[in-house]
């Protein structure tokens, strides 16, 4: 990752040298914004060509944020237009973070990835005797074989602290589909076992430990993994069905707050992306050690996942990204790390499905910028 690290800096030199020669701080300007309005006509096309609700994107480059604007209402029938302040559910983007929350506990000692699951959660248990060989890793990264969620019972939200433990209990009678570390299958079960795991290494409930080490460190204060924290005049109505209606249930069950529960906006998200493009610091304090980007960014499966994020390498380009989708919400993040480049997008409708057209079509805009 240093390499990485270093390359990087050698290749935004040599751009900051090319535009210092070439380009005057005016005509970057005017190159800045004439990409901006092209992001902003391309967005607003697309929302209204696919009858959107809803849909906010941020964009940052070389820590900056470059863009960030919102397009629709956060509720049909209700005309309230939508700001970059208003609080989405980002369903799995919620993995990434709890990925960084484990890499933290191992840094602090608390904790290492090949640890058996059961060496922190002894009642934890699966209708398999192989259930004992899991490791935080496995779990991770996908490759533990358990299941995923058949239903997150979004209409019967459980509130109370302890329902992740009763949650990991209650998965005595599943069974593996293969032994652990032997394939790979996506599982938001796993992730939320991993959620209950870091309540109890770090004796605080999960959601306190990702507000304290993760969200306020990095300016992230209006984000949280409990949904009744959310702010009231913030907070975004899900759309289902096509054309989009009113979806009559919001996506929370603390049961399920791991996996999927992040609310946040594209506005603090643009923090999130910064933060890891800095390489785990920002604005003078750091959440993570800069090497822990090698346990995060290295694939360790054929999938091309890493821990929390998926990987995307050709060509000697290289992305890291997570999507999330979950009932009412569609959500995608993208970094590019060599280039310096984060895109984030939340949209309060399900079948918002060009999300990651979306976010791959705003770097290929942005990039001409980077190359200049």
Do not use: C
Request: aromatic share 10%.
């Amino acid at each position: 990752m240093k390499v990485r690290k270093v390359i990087g800096w050698i290749q935004r030199l040599g751009v900051a040298m090319v535009i210092s020669l070439f380009l005057s701080g005016a005509a970057l300007a005017a190159q800045t914004a004439s990409i901006e309005a092209k992001i902003d006509a391309y967005l607003a096309e697309k929302v209204r060509a696919a009858g959107i609700p809803g849909l906010a994107v941020a964009v940052v480059q070389d820590g900056t944020v470059i863009f960030s604007r919102a397009y629709g209402v956060r509720k049909l029938g209700k005309g309230e237009r939508l700001t970059p302040d208003h609080i989405f559910h980002f369903a799995s983007v919620s993995k990434p973070l709890v990925a960084t929350a484990i890499v933290q506990l191992v840094e602090k000692g608390k904790l290492k990835l090949d640890d058996p699951v059961v060496k922190h959660l002894p009642y934890f248990r699966l209708a398999d005797e192989r259930y004992s060989e899991i490791t935080i890793r496995q779990m991770l990264n996908h490759t533990a074989g358990m299941p995923d969620v058949e239903d997150y019972e979004w209409d019967k939200p459980q509130f109370d602290k302890g329902a992740a433990e009763r949650y990991v209990r209650s998965l005595s009678t599943e069974k593996l589909l293969w032994a652990p570390g032997s394939d790979w299958q996506y599982s938001n079960m796993a992730f939320d076992v991993l959620g209950d795991l870091i309540a109890k290494v770090s004796g605080l409930s999960f959601e306190e430990y990702m507000r304290i080490n993760i969200l306020e460190p990095i300016g992230m204060v209006n984000s949280s993994f409990m949904y009744p924290e959310i702010d009231k005049k913030l907070r975004t109505t899900g759309h289902i069905g096509d054309p989009a209606r009113i979806s009559a249930v919001y996506p929370y069950n603390r049961r399920h707050a791991p996996s999927s529960t992040l609310n946040s906006s594209v506005a603090e998200m643009a923090r999130w992306m910064l933060v890891n493009l800095n390489w785990g610091e920002l604005d003078g304090g750091r959440i993570l050690r800069d090497e822990s980007y090698d346990l995060l960014w290295t694939s360790t499966t054929d999938h091309e996942i890493g821990l929390g994020w998926f990987i995307y390498e050709e060509a000697g380009a290289w992305e890291v990204f997570h999507s999330g989708s979950d009932l009412g919400f569609r959500s995608y993040i993208m970094l590019s790390p060599d280039d310096g480049i984060g895109i984030v997008m939340a949209s309060n409708w399900q079948l918002t499905d060009v999300d990651n057209e979306i976010v791959y079509d705003i770097m290929d805009l942005v990039l001409p910028l980077e190359n200049e």
